[in-house]
Nanobody, 127 residues
Framework: QVQLVESGGGLVQPGGSLRLSCAAS????????IGWFRQAPGKEREGVSC????????LYADSVKGRFTIFRDNAKNTVYLQMNKMKPEDTAVYYC????????????????????WGRGTQVTVSS
């Protein structure tokens, strides 16, 4: 049974850092695209970053480039999102998703192409 569990959310001040984790079970990350998405109140879910296992490439939304980093720990079958220099506009529920097929470019950052989802973790950036 495929399962994704996010953790690491919380309250952080502007300029601070958080690290989110997405622990996968029931499948190996080696064969999937793993993405981080976020959804703020009243807004649609948007792509933040993704890791494409097939070629090891990563993608980032323009709004987080230079501040967020996605990386994987194969031994733990876990994908992380390191978030630095956080801003109030980063406040949202963050979800990780897994796609069983290859996704590239814009498709890899589009929620409808993902097959499995975690339940999300709340991130609040506020002073």
């Amino acid at each position: 049974q495929v399962q994704l569990v996010e953790s690491g959310g919380g309250l952080v001040q502007p300029g601070g850092s958080l690290r989110l984790s997405c622990a996968a079970s029931g499948f190996s990350l080696d064969y999937y695209v793993i993405g981080w998405f976020r959804q703020a109140p009243g807004k649609e879910r948007e792509g933040v970053s993704c890791f494409i296992s097939r070629d090891g490439s990563t993608l980032y939304a323009d709004s987080v480039k230079g501040r967020f980093t996605i990386f994987r720990d194969n031994a733990k079958n876990t994908v992380y999102l390191q978030m630095n220099k956080m801003k109030p506009e980063d406040t949202a529920v963050y979800y990780c998703g897994a796609a069983v097929k290859y996704l590239g470019g814009l498709h890899a950052m589009t929620p409808k192409h993902y097959d499995y989802w975690g339940r999300g973790t709340q991130v609040t950036v506020s002073s």
